[in-house]
Structure formats: C-alpha cells, structure tokens
Nanobody
Framework: VQLQASGGGMVQAGGSLRLSCAASGRTFSRYAMGWFRQAPGKEREFVAA????????RYLDSVKGRFTISRDNAKNTVYLEMNSLKHEDTAVYYC??????????????????WGQGTQVTVSS
C-alpha cells in the first residue's frame, strides 16, 4: 500500500498550488481521506478531509474559503487545491486514509495509511 503525494513547491504569498495524492496497492474509494500538515517545531495539524463519495468535507478554520479538497475515485486520487496561500501555510503536507468512510475526522489516530509528505513553502 502506497500513498504518493506530489505538487508541493515554493510559491509567493497569494499564490496557488494543487496537491495530489495517488494511492496504489489497493482501492481506497470506500474510505474517507484527509490532508494534514506539519510545520517545523510544531505538531501535525489537520487541514481537510473528504468522505468516500465526496459528499462531506471538513476544513481547518484557517483554510476555509482558500483550500478545497476533492477526490477522483476512478483514479484513486485525492486533491488539495490551495489558493491565497499565506506564509503560515508553510509545512510538509501529508495525505492519509481514514479507517471509515463517512467520518471526515480531524484526528490523526483515525487514519491508518499515510503518504510520505510534500513540502509547501510560501514566501512572504
């Protein structure tokens, strides 16, 4: 089982990035998926989650209106569209697979498969 995150990079404040997370080894279309991030010296933080069918989503308050999570189950891929990026969004971003289908949980303990992370750096 592998989750491959990509799309990170360096961008100026106000810019945009689109992260992708492709799953292989099994099908995750029946499970909720999420994005977390970890900045240097800080704990891992929930960013967004989406239910198995895309019908429900949850966001960290500070990213609401700027980030959008989506998924393409045919491609076994989840996306995080990030707009109006701020310096405080700088972190390593991780995708993860929930143990359930509808929970859109913000708690890392609910997730049992994790990707390797992709670095997002926003210059002010």
């Amino acid at each position: 089982v592998q989750l491959q995150a990509s799309g990170g990079g360096m961008v100026q404040a106000g810019g945009s990035l689109r992260l992708s997370c492709a799953a292989s080894g099994r099908t995750f279309s029946r499970y909720a998926m999420g994005w977390f991030r970890q900045a240097p010296g800080k704990e891992r933080e929930f960013v967004a989650a989406i239910s198995w069918n895309g019908g429900s989503a949850r966001y960290l308050d500070s990213v609401k209106g700027r980030f959008t999570i989506s998924r393409d189950n045919a491609k076994n891929t989840v996306y995080l569209e990030m707009n109006s990026l701020k310096h405080e969004d700088t972190a390593v971003y991780y995708c993860a697979v929930d143990r359930a289908s509808l929970s859109v949980s913000p708690f890392p303990s609910n997730y049992h498969y994790w990707g390797q992370g992709t670095q997002v750096t926003v210059s002010s």
